[in-house]
Each structure stands twice: as C-alpha cells, then as structure tokens.
Nanobody, 129 residues
Framework: QVQLVESGGGLVQAGGSLRLSCAAS????????MGWFRQALWKEREFVGA????????YYADSVKGRFTISRDNAKNTVYLQMNRLKHEETAVYYC??????????????????????WGQGTQVTLSS
C-alpha cells in the first residue's frame, strides 16, 4: 500500500499559476504510474494527467495540454503538477493517485480512474475572479 499526501493548493487568480506536490510513502517500490485528477463540486472525478514513475513519460487531458506540466523526483518519491494560466472553471479538489498495474501505458488506461489503487486526501484549488 502507498500513502499519498497532496499539498500546494490555495486561492489563485484566474490566469495565475500554482504548483501542487504529491508525496508518496509506504510501499512505493510497486508504483508504476502517478496520476492527477480533479473533482469540482457536484462533478465526477476528472483525469488531468499522469506520469510513468520509472521513465517520466507524461500524458495529459486535452483541456490542460500546454498549460499543465507533471514532473517527478524519484529520490524524493514526489510528483508535481505545475499549473499555468489557470481558468475559473478549474476550481476543484485536486487528487493524486498511484497505480501498481504495469500492463500498459496508453491513453485509454492511463486516464482510467480504475487504474489507480491509492489516493491522497486532495488539495483545494480555488480560482478567484
């Protein structure tokens, strides 16, 4: 099992930037991928992007391509989500998840919430007008 803790959320003006962190602990040796999801009020959890833990390959939802960047620091067992030019509609709780299934790295699986075994508690990102 893996424990995940997100941090870095807060209040930011539309058009601004924010960097989220997700620190992993526990049995991290089995981690294959790390994904970022967000959930707005009354909405389902939505895929944002993911990174391969070993290779660093990334994949993003179309809505955030060119604005968001995922990176990782293997030594620190931490992944980051750099968010630029944030939009008002991106107000949400942002979650990171870890996946242990290494059967494939392709869009249909990467973006599937069922791929992820463990989740952090989430960090609130609020966009102001």
């Amino acid at each position: 099992q893996v424990q995940l803790v997100e941090s870095g959320g807060g209040l930011v003006q539309a058009g601004g930037s924010l960097r989220l962190s997700c620190a992993a602990s526990g049995r991290t040796f089995s981690t294959y991928s790390m994904g970022w999801f967000r959930q707005a009020l009354w909405k389902e959890r939505e895929f944002v992007g993911a990174i391969s833990w070993s290779s660093g390959s990334t994949y993003y939802a179309d809505s955030v391509k060119g604005r968001f960047t995922i990176s990782r620091d293997n030594a620190k067992n931490t992944v980051y989500l750099q968010m630029n030019r944030l939009k008002h509609e991106e107000t949400a709780v942002y979650y990171c998840g870890s996946g242990t299934d290494g059967s494939g790295w392709y869009p249909g699986r990467i973006s599937d919430i069922q791929m992820y075994d463990s989740w952090g508690q989430g960090t609130q990102v609020t966009l102001s007008s």
